[in-house]
């Protein structure tokens, strides 16, 4: 079973227009609101690729309802922690004549109070053993501690539960010391975390995964954006995967897919190598649908077959 954690979900608004330009008055075209945020978009491709899921986190006010409604459509497993504060909305910006150029506007999101920290702990706690996998990702609102996902980390583990984390900056950062079994940073990421400008090499991302074994991660996946991603195994190894060209929409949820493509591998005993596979082709996927919208099943079983992995 996978259960995803948003901690800070939304209503995602998105807008396609022609030529975004910064000030200027534009006519959308087309408008889509999808129920949001990292850990849920994890939850529906999960679902689009034939897993099992449970979707949890904090939900509150008239946002909230509606991505339970969703969720509900979708027939996605949930069970959210109810806040006194509104769940946020983002707005995303879609320019369609620009292949996957979006400009998003993200809400800080709600107050959460340690009483309700402490009902989303035993919420988890309950689902928590050896075949559970754990997927945090996305944002904390605002006046959160940043470790919280190392909190929750140590809290899962103690359970024999897996855990995943998808986050940057300091929640990164406090994840780490923690030690899941797998992160996801991206290469400016995981280049940031170590204090390195955006124009790290490939062999340098590599070695930037490998100290992150020695802090006791087993499995780091950095995501390259068109250029694939590296996979740097528990045996030191890296694994290459190249990007696919796809006709992409919007680059929005391309790396919760991944992430997704992940936990559906490992929850069903899939070889490795395959998994990273199946991550790319999900990731690709994913920017070829409307809104935040999950890729579809039979279109990632087809570009699967155009990814390649090689040993680096």
Sequence with gaps: MIITVTMNPAIDKTLDVKNFTAGAVHRVTNVIQDA????????????????????????????GK???????ELAIRHQFVQIEGETRTNVKVVDVTKAGFVTEFNEPGPTVTSAEIQKLTRTLESYAGPSSIFVFSGSVPATMDK????YFTRKLKKRQATVFVDASGELF???????????KPNAHEIADYFGLGDDA????LADLGRELLRKGIHTIA????????????????????????VQAHST????????AALAHGLDNDIPFVDCARLSIAASAG????????????ALVEELVKEVSVVTI
């Design 36 to 63: 949001g945020g990292k850990g849920i978009n994890v939850s529906k491709t999960v679902q689009s690729l034939g897993g099992e899921t449970i979707a949890t986190g904090f939900l509150g006010g008239s946002a």
């Design 66 to 72: 509606m991505i339970e409604h969703s969720l509900n």
């Design 147 to 150: 470790e919280i996902y190392g």
């Design 173 to 183: 950062a406090e994840a780490v010391k923690a030690k899941p079994y797998l992160v």
């Design 201 to 204: 090499g490939e062999a340098t």
């Design 222 to 245: 950095i995501s390259r954006g068109q250029k694939g991603a590296l996979f740097v195994t528990h045996d030191a190894k890296c694994l290459k995967a190249n990007g696919i060209q």
């Design 252 to 259: 929005v949820g391309a790396g919760d897919a991944m992430v």
């Design 286 to 297: 994913a920017c070829t649908t409307l809104g935040t919208k999950p890729p579809v099943g």
